[in-house]
C-alpha cells in the first residue's frame, strides 16, 4: 500500500526553506508522498528573494495531467503560482477532482516583503482559487488584502467565506502580542482558536510547512478541526528546533523528531 499522496502546486526555492521543496520535506516527515508540480523558479537565499520566473501555464498543465493520470492523490496543495494565467491553470486542474480536499496557502509576499504575486494574479486567486479551497491559510497582511482591505481579521474571513471556500484559517504571526492566535472559522464562525507561545527570530517557510502538513492531515482522512490542529503542532515544533544555515532567516527542522 503507498502512502498518503499529496499533490503541491509550487514555486522552487533553492534554499529549500520554502516553495516545492518545503512542501516535500514536511509531507515526507509525516508520512506522506508528495508529487509535485513546479509553477515558478525564483533566485532566493535565506535573507529574500532576487528574481522570480513563472513557469509558462502549459508546462504546468502538462506536469499536472501527466501525473495525475498515473497517481492518484488524497491532497491538493497551492503555495506560489506565478501568474495570472498559472491561477488559471492550476484551478482548471482542480476543479476536476471536486472531492480531494484543496489547501491554499495564498503567498503573496516573502518573509521580507518581496512580492510573490501581481495584482492580476492576485485577482484571479479570488476569482478562480479561493472558491476552491477547502481550506485557505492566509497570514494576517494576506487576509487583510484578499478582503479588499478589511482591518478586523473576523470581517476578513467572512468575506473570503463569502467566495466560497469552506474554512478559512488566519494565522496571527504578524499581529502583536506574545502569544500567535491562529483562528479557524467557517460559514458559522470561528471553529476553534489556538494559541502558540512566540518564538524569537525570523523564519522562512513557515506557512509552507503548515499548509503542507494540514493537506497530508486531510489525505490521511482526519476531519479539518483536528487536521488544523495537528498541522499547528507540527509546525511550531519545526520551528522551535529550526536551524540557520545561512546569513538570514532560520530554516524550520521538519524531523524535528528524528
Known sequence: MSPPIVLTFAASDPTGGAGVQADLLTIGALGGHGLSVITALTAQDTSGVARILPVEPGWITEQARRVLADIPVAAFKAGVLGSAQNVRAVSEIVEQFPAVPFVVDPVLASGRGDPLAQDDAIEALRELIVPRATVLTPNSLEARRLADGAADLAECARRLLDQGCEYVLITGTHEAGAEVVNTL?????VVREDRWPRLPGEYHGSGCTLASAL????????EVPQAVREAQQFTWHALAAAFRPGAGQFLPNRFFRQ
Open 185 to 189: 472559522y467557517d460559514e458559522s464562525g
Open 215 to 222: 493537506a497530508l492531515r486531510l489525505a490521511q482522512g482526519i
